[in-house]
């Protein structure tokens, strides 16, 4: 018998792509291809993998009407094209993790009649999942609250899932002292210049209480390089945040959904500042969840000043019960099974 065919289509941040490859990992028995755009992180992490597709669709935010027609004119030729490598490559399910290249392999498939399964990670559903959801068989989320977002979509709440190796302890090969209080950094996939900057004036502050700071930069940190510090490591991207999180008494983050759902895994307390120009300021949302959980201390980035954060900050590594108990509560946020109860889903679609 034919082995079943599936069509991943995820792109551009590693919030849609490691759940999207952690969903994959669980289906290895499936023929898999993926659906990406060119020069995103999905050309970095997918070929090793899976053959990977690229369409040239692109977001239709732009307020310019040139640039918004053209966007559209992307979007229909990025459906067509889609629409033939389902029929062509004989594609029996779409599973997609959201954002602009959902679009037109939900539509393509929908034309095609073949099911799609979006899942959405963020406490705030994105635009294309608001659109396009209903036209889905299911559309899972990472929190259950987007619920009441979605009246018109068959809803299921699985949490967000997270690479293989977050379930394992993973030895951490950094110059790292044993004993010493370890602060991670990370602002997303990106990373977060803003975070970068406020991190770098409160280090002196925490190195002399003794910590040592990971600091994942992004690609693009301006000022990558300027601050040297014996308990001082930088990294513009490490594969291994699941052994650093597990290491680290303390995260200062961005509250990307994939990053959350990874503190919660690792059991990590964590002081977040949202990303204020996410989509619907779904970073500021999900962080509240976090929050209110009493997994996370919430700083606003619009007048955040460096006294403030750099206060929370040694706060919280002077405080070990209150790490413990946030620890506990970011532990009760963490859904072990994720994985496999995503991928029993999309199972379960191409068997109706
Ligand atoms: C700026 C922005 O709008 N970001 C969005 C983007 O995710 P974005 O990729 O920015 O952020 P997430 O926190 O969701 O995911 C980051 C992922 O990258 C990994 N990582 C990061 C740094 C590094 O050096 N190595 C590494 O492996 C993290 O472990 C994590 O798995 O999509 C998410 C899911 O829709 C949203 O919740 C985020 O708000």
Known sequence: MAPTRLLVAASGTGGHLFPALAVAEQLSDWEIEWLGVPNRLETKLVP???????????????RSPLRLLRALGLLGLSTLQVWRLLRDRR?????????????????????????ALLHESNAIPGRVTRWLGPQCQTVALGFADAA???????????????????????????????????????????????????????APAWFAAGATVVHLTGERD?????????????LPFYDNVAGLFQRADLAVSRAGAGTLTELAFTRTPSVLIPFPFAADDHQAYNAAAFASAGAAVVLSQANLERDHLQTAVLELLGDRE?????????????????AEQLAALVRAAVER
């Not at 090793?48 to 732009?62: F, I, K, M, N």
């Not at 539509?107 to 095609?112: F, H, P």
Request: with cysteine.
């Open 148 to 202: 009441k977002r979605l009246p018109r979509c068959q809803t299921v709440w699985t949490s967000t899932p997270v690479r293989e190796r977050f379930r394992s302890p993973q030895p951490l090969a950094l110059p790292v002292p044993e004993n010493a209080p370890l602060i991670a950094v990370v602002g997303g996939s990106q990373g977060a210049v803003a975070v970068n900057r406020l991190v770098r004036a409160c």
């Open 48 to 62: 090793a993998c899976y053959p990977l597709r690229t369409v040239p669709v692109e977001g239709l935010q732009s």
């Open 222 to 234: 301006p000022d990558a390089g300027t601050m040297k510090h014996p308990q001082y490591v930088e």
């Open 91 to 115: 594609v029996d399910i779409v599973f997609t993790t959201g954002g602009y290249i959902a679009a037109p392999a939900i539509v393509a498939a929908r034309q095609l009649r073949i099911p």
């Open 322 to 338: 209150r790490r413990a108990a946030m620890a506990a509560r970011a532990a009760s946020l963490a859904v072990p099974e994720s």
